[in-house]
């Protein structure tokens, strides 16, 4: 399943509403870089990470020891450049689709050679080393007594839950001569900076669930009354009755549907009907690291189920080997191979003659995945861009670095002027509660409330939920959607009874509303007041917030999706779920919107999914109008010498649910029968 590349940047104090709506521009950020000399000195809220208290604290740290920080650049008129992501992306603007040119972006947006020069003198004039400079920050390094002096701050050793971590003291300051030509800076703290997958594959999810002790017995050997090979429902959904499983939610149940392939995708959600390919778009696929015989593998599946294979020149890698790190804490490419193939696939599959670039980030860590991303923006490579990875914003162990917020939002702005959207998956941890933690596969233990995850929450970007889709019949027909969530039992050693029963949560799609972020302008009217006043902890607002996920596609894990690549030297297939499967869904879905409007790029799309809301551009998922059967046998066969099924009741998520209207399950629902029409008739 794809699992959510959770961007783990654990260093900020408490993060509130004013401190991120300041920094990061939800609804417009503070304005222009005033000339030197104008500002005052700027603080850094959140610089000073919680965790580092007095009670913690185990000394300085040594002038001498090595330290580093990453400089974001604020650039020119940080006010306009929201304005105008939100005009050209708002279908009921007169400046709708009027994007610029990366050149015209980047003079009229970009940081002036005088901003970076004063940024440079001021670091170096402290003692510290510039690495390197892009168009978005400037990389320095040096002795920490360098970084104390540049940032009116000393820094100390923290003994935390890891091991001591170095933090500032106190929250850092940059001094008025560059205020303005700052937007914030990230690595002060050495916290962790970690992004996590967003894909499960139903092999290793069964594996992770396998472990859990409070299981009693699960895999006692039983006289074999269920098939012995596995079996699934081929001719839709549960169309094939699991005979001699005893009851659990209802008689008779079903076995879960073989895992689907993209040629069902397409017809089920009306890429086949509508005759469109993606044809004239570009998508790009950012994950960590690389997997050498991505093209291969991709050219293999499609060839395998009826498909045709990339033509040439139709794929593109951007990735760079030699400055790969951090792969024991990120699981290398080895680890991200599945979620890589997955996304590759599921784009390639939903809209096969749109151009696919993959762009590996160096590492999973915040700061490769932000540098892939911008490899993206700058070079303009895509009118769409795919991500499955995120985090949680608020931890036990700290809440995650202000500097990621600000840095990601600008970026995202910057894609929306020049007509690039982006989709995150919304995570599988449903309301990503300790709750929800203490028994999915795909979350994060980290988590200290129920919350939305990063980038999802951004209002930005748009946020992928999922859903488990069901095939109507055997011609492939869509049939219906609940909301992504599954409750899991094992069959007893006896094979009269399911252990627990009900079952335990497993798996879901993420989802909630966001403390951190203001209502964004296009939700409004279609989310309603009961649920944009009222963050997913609880916690009452008196004005609305921002709600995720906007749209949801199929990614449950019970209702897998088929992704096949190449390990250890062996090509083979099995089935992934989770919201890394629904984010290059749509993403394809853009594609195909964009071929509808004759090759025309779309940009930032919540705009135009929200104007569509309530229409026959999208299925309304409703998980109480539309299903009567919810638990599915999933039959893995005989297993090193065991019999191994399980009993899952869909429809289950943790904290979330689909109901009539925008949801914080599946956002305003699944791309229905109108929603290629919708764009061709705004072509």
Known sequence: MPIARNRLSRVAAPITAALILGTIAVAAPAGAAAPTGEQAAKALPGSHPEWATAQADAGA????????????????????????????????????????????????????????????DWVTGAGLKVDSTSAHY??????????AKAFGTDFRNYRTAEGLHKAPSANAVVPASVAGAVLAVGGLSDAIHQNT?????????????QAQARLANPDKKAPATLPTVPTCSEDGYGSKTA?????????????????????????????????????????????????STMEQDA???SSLHGDQPFAAGQYKEVVTPDKWTHQDDCGGPAGWAGEEALDVEMAHGLAPDAQVVYVGGNSCYDQDLYDAMATVVDGHLADVVSNSWGE????????????????????????????????????????????AAATGVNCQADTNQAQADWPSASPWVTSVGGTALELGDKSGRYGHEVSMGDQRSVLSPDQKSWTPMPGFFYFGGGGGVSKDFAQPWYQQGVVPDAISKTAADGTKSATPLRATPDVAMSGDLVAATLVGFTDNGTYSEGGYGGTSVSAPEYAAMLANAIDARGGRAIGFANPAIYDRANSNAFHDVN?????????????????????????????SDYGLSAAKGYDTATGVGTPGKGFFNSFRRHH
């Not at 997958?197 to 669930?209: D, L, T």
Request: a neutral charge; one cysteine or more.
């Open 392 to 435: 949680i914003m608020h931890g036990k162990s700290g809440d995650i670095d202000p500097a990621v917020v600000s840095a990601d939002n600008q970026l995202f702005q910057l894609g929306a002027v020049t007509g690039i959207g982006f989709t995150f998956s919304s995570g599988d941890c449903g309301d990503s509660s300790p709750g």
């Open 138 to 147: 400037v990389q320095v390094s040096g002795a920490t007594g360098a970084l």
């Open 61 to 120: 740290v040594p002038d001498s020891t090595p330290g580093s920080a990453r400089i974001y650049l604020a650039g020119q008129d940080q006010a306009g450049l929201a304005a105008l992501a939100k005009a050209v992306s708002d279908p009921n603007s007169p400046s709708y689709g009027t994007f610029l040119s990366d050149a015209q972006a980047k003079a009229r947006f970009g940081a002036t050679a005088e901003q970076v020069k004063a940024v440079t």
């Open 623 to 651: 998980d109480s109008a539309v299903h009567n059967k919810f638990g599915n046998v999933v039959d893995l066969g005989m297993v090193n010498g065991v019999l191994k099924v399980r009993l899952y009741k869909i429809a």
């Open 197 to 209: 997958s967003h894909a499960v594959s139903v092999r290793e999810a069964e594996a992770r669930a």
């Open 243 to 291: 005979k001699g499983a005893p009851d659990g939610y209802e008689k008779n149940e079903p076995f879960a549907p073989c895992s689907y392939i993209p040629s069902q995708l397409r017809k089920a959600y009306g890429v086949t009907d509508a005759k469109v390919s993606g044809k004239g778009a570009r998508i790009a696929i950012i994950d960590a690291y690389g997997l």
């Open 299 to 301: 050219n293999h599946f």
